[in-house]
């Protein structure tokens, strides 16, 4: 196939490396116990997501910081590393996700302990960017009806990795642990 269009840039950088980084090193320092602190991290999140999202935004248009293009990009990036990384783990461990929703994804697993059943390793776990933290978990047989080849509605319905580790030893049959 020939090329018959592009747009290039003879000038290039890593214009919001810094911007990213910062997040990023929040994302980190605000993952504590504390409340505040988690609170804290959660408005990063909402402000880089919004400041992502106004890149593009028709409100800017004309102004300084209207870019949709780099919106894209940034999107379209993280949405490769998302694939790439579920592609890394299935090619590796022969699993693969059964629904992603955004940032989640959804792995079935006889392994009731979230944090060991993971297939992308320890090194993948964590609260950074590009880590994952387990969101969520629910028994397969509950949770089949969201399993249905559309989007996945099940999200909300998942219990909460605190709530869950109380649920273990009923679901183990290790009393206490």
Known sequence: MDILEAIVWARHGRVLRLWCERFSNASIVLDTDDPDAQAARRQAKVVRSTG????????LK??????????????????????????????????????????????VSDDPDPQSAWPGGPETLGRGFGKYKAEG?????????????????????????????????????KGGQ
């Not at 992502?52 to 409100?59: A, Y």
């Not at 590796?92 to 929703?101: I, K």
């Not at 909460?160 to 679901?171: A, G």
């Open 62 to 107: 004309g102004r300084l910081g209207y870019d949709p293009a780099r919106r894209i990009l940034a999107v379209g990036k993280a949405n490769a590393n998302i694939a790439y990384r579920f592609d890394q783990i299935g090619q590796r461990t022969d699993r693969w996700p059964v629904a992603a929703l955004s940032d989640t994804v959804l792995y």
């Open 137 to 173: 978990s629910a028994l397969l047989a509950e949770h089949l009806e969201f399993l249905d080849g559309n989007k996945y509605r099940g999200k909300k319905l998942l219990t909460s990795p605190d709530e869950w580790r109380e649920l273990l030893p009923s679901f183990t049959g």
């Open 52 to 59: 992502l999202g106004i890149m593009g935004s028709e409100l």
